[in-house]
């Protein structure tokens, strides 16, 4: 089975662009998660869908925003780049069991390296 | 809120010989998921054990054991023999229940020398 996919690879914008990043989870899961990584530092969580709806968000400001679609593959869209939105972001997706979500296993996608000058 | 603590930002172990990488974590919530990730130098987070909150037995996955103190509240991945291809950064995370959000520390970089 293949595994988590996401489009593009690497991405350079300007400031005060927008920016539209894909994701495709594994088949049958039907929970993705955005987490936004920074160079030195561990994943922050940004977003997570489940079934089309938003379960949690993280601390990041409203120019980020995402959607699930009804195949369950995801969209993450960030408007107004900044230099410090610079940055490895990175899916995930999981089964999310109903009741056992946080013994579920994320399974990540290779990122998408988003360069802003 | 939940926090996860590397306290090693590198650690050297020589081929072959075993290594401890630490991890300390904080929540107040008494259902949770502790998860080991590797991430080579190519980006990609790869899945490496889980351990639940209460799950009574250590994990192991093939060279991979999981030395889960829950009173202490450590989660420590030891590595057997580590080979060449073990050089990467690894990372603990929590997972938490309402939201199946993932919180990450900030990594530990593991170099293995021959």
């Known amino acids: 089975d293949a595994g988590v996919t996401q489009s593009p690879t690497h991405l350079i914008k300007t400031r005060g662009q927008h920016v539209t990043l894909r994701c495709s989870p594994i088949s049958g899961h039907k929970s993705v998660s955005w987490y936004q990584q920074v160079l030195g530092q561990g994943p922050q969580f940004i977003f997570q869908?489940?079934?089309?709806?938003?379960?949690g968000r993280g601390n990041f400001p409203d120019r980020f925003s995402a959607r699930q679609f009804p195949n369950y593959s995801s969209e993450l869209n960030v408007n107004a780049l900044l230099l410090g939105d610079s940055a490895l972001y990175l899916c995930a997706s999981s089964l999310d069991r109903p009741g056992t979500i946080y013994t579920d296993t994320q399974y990540f996608g290779p990122g998408t390296r988003l360069t802003v000058l | 809120a939940q926090k996860i603590t590397q306290t090693q930002p590198g650690m050297f172990v020589q081929e072959k010989e075993a290594v401890t990488l630490d991890c300390t974590y904080d929540?107040?919530?008494?259902?949770?998921?502790l998860f080991w990730y590797k991430q080579p130098s190519s980006g990609e987070m790869i899945f490496l054990i889980y351990q639940g909150s209460y799950d009574q037995q250590n994990a192991t996955e093939g060279r991979y054991s999981l030395n889960f103190q829950k009173a202490r509240k450590s989660a420590n991945l030891v590595i057997s023999a580590s080979q060449l291809g073990d050089s990467a950064m690894y990372f603990c995370?929590?997972?938490?229940?309402?939201?199946?959000?993932?919180?990450f520390g900030d990594g530990t970089t593991l170099t293995v020398k021959p």
């Open positions: 995370a929590m997972r938490e229940a309402p939201t199946g959000k993932s919180t």
């Open positions: 869908y489940y079934e089309k709806e938003e379960r």
């Open positions: 929540t107040s919530d008494p259902s949770y998921g």
